[in-house]
Nanobody, 123 residues
Framework: QVQLVESGGGLVQAGGSLRLSCVVS????????MSWFRQVPGKEREFVAG????????NHADSVKGRFTISRDNAKNTVHLQMNSLKPEDTAVYYC????????????????WGQGTQVTVSS
């Protein structure tokens, strides 16, 4: 059983920054690729960023490229999402997800999900 717990969400003004974290327990963290998704009420959950098992390869959605950066610390079983230059349209619940080898945008592929953390960006 793999458990994912997100933290770091909150309220921030437009142009500000937040750093989300997701701690994984229950299995060897380095054996999973990790991704971040986000969802607003009434809309489909959308891919934000993904990272390979070693952290050597990443994948970011066009909407966040140049502003958000995914990273991981395998020694601490943690994946991060550094969010800079935040915009009101980034407001959403952010979820981390784990897979054995996939870190793309198809949310149906993922085996494990966290409970989410709310990010609110005020204008």
């Amino acid at each position: 059983q793999v458990q994912l717990v997100e933290s770091g969400g909150g309220l921030v003004q437009a142009g500000g920054s937040l750093r989300l974290s997701c701690v994984v327990s229950g299995r060897t963290f380095s054996s999973y690729t990790m991704s971040w998704f986000r969802q607003v009420p009434g809309k489909e959950r959308e891919f934000v960023a993904g990272i390979s098992k070693t952290g050597g390869s990443t994948n970011h959605a066009d909407s966040v490229k140049g502003r958000f950066t995914i990273s991981r610390d395998n020694a601490k079983n943690t994946v991060h999402l550094q969010m800079n230059s935040l915009k009101p349209e980034d407001t959403a619940v952010y979820y981390c997800a784990a897979h054995r080898y996939y870190y793309g945008s198809n949310l149906g592929q993922y085996d494990y999900w966290g409970q989410g953390t709310q990010v609110t960006v005020s204008s």
